[in-house]
């Protein structure tokens, strides 16, 4: 299985201050028809998670422009330009190319 | 809107069954696959199983392979999941899921906490 590697585990953001995650794959996420299909979720304390950032950069929609999504291959990001006190939860990283599989997960909490 | 609505889980003995139920509402729930996902104690989440619009293709997890089985009623907008052979490591709050492809998991229910323990 391809294995998601999410970095860092944990991380304290002040509020207003941009944060970013990192997610690589242990092989490329690049489909035979092309597309990649890397996925982020966001889950707040008490609430299931919930979809951001799809096939790599495409925000959902009610999501803040404040997210977004990057990569390539086996190694994207997902960057938070000034963090809200909303914000805080688990994020995680899901690539659907081959038998899904979920990063480990980084706690985003405030300072 | 899309609603996902669990139901089933519980506390339940090692070697034990339950049987989750999701209800879905505000989409064709015929349409589309439909995936468990589980998130353990320790906070990660693990794809569990899925299956396809008419419920002629399955597929597993390993760890769950031959315990658990997936089924869908379209008549009913229903996904179900009969999970047998509970083990202490199935513990873990189940979602129920909408993928709109290749494990694109666009809508999520609220969980049902299933707990394996003596």
């Not at chain 2, 339940?12 to 696959?33: D, I």
């Not at chain 2, 996904?79 to 189940?94: F, G, K, N």
Request: one cysteine or more.
């Amino acid at each position: 299985d391809v294995v998601m590697t999410q970095s860092p585990l944990s991380l304290p953001v002040t509020l207003g201050q941009p944060a970013s995650i990192s997610c690589r794959s242990s092989q490329s996420l690049v489909h035979s028809n092309g597309n990649t299909y890397l996925y982020w979720f966001q889950k707040r304390p008490g609430q299931s998670p919930r979809r951001l950032i799809y096939r790599v950069s495409n925000r959902d929609s009610g999501v803040p422009d404040r997210f977004s999504g990057s990569g390539s291959g086996t190694d994207f990001t997902l960057k938070i330009s000034r963090v809200e006190a909303e914000d805080v939860g688990i994020y995680y990283c899901l690539q659907g190319t081959h038998w899904p599989t979920f990063g480990g997960g980084t706690k985003v909490e405030i300072k | 809107e899309v609603q996902l609505v669990e139901s089933g889980g519980g506390l339940v003995q090692p070697g034990g069954s339950l049987r989750l139920s999701c209800a879905a509402s505000g989409f064709t729930f015929r349409n589309f696959w439909m995936t468990w996902v589980r998130q353990t104690p320790g906070e990660g989440l693990e794809f569990v199983a899925n299956i396809n619009e008419d419920g002629s293709q399955k597929y597993y997890v390993d760890s769950v392979k031959g315990r658990f089985t997936i089924s869908r009623d379209n008549a009913k907008n229903s996904l179900y999941l009969q999970m047998d052979s509970l083990r202490v490591e199935d513990t873990a709050v189940y979602y129920c899921v909408r993928d709109v492809g290749y494990q694109d998991y666009d809508a999520w229910g609220q969980g049902t906490q299933v707990t394996v323990s003596s």
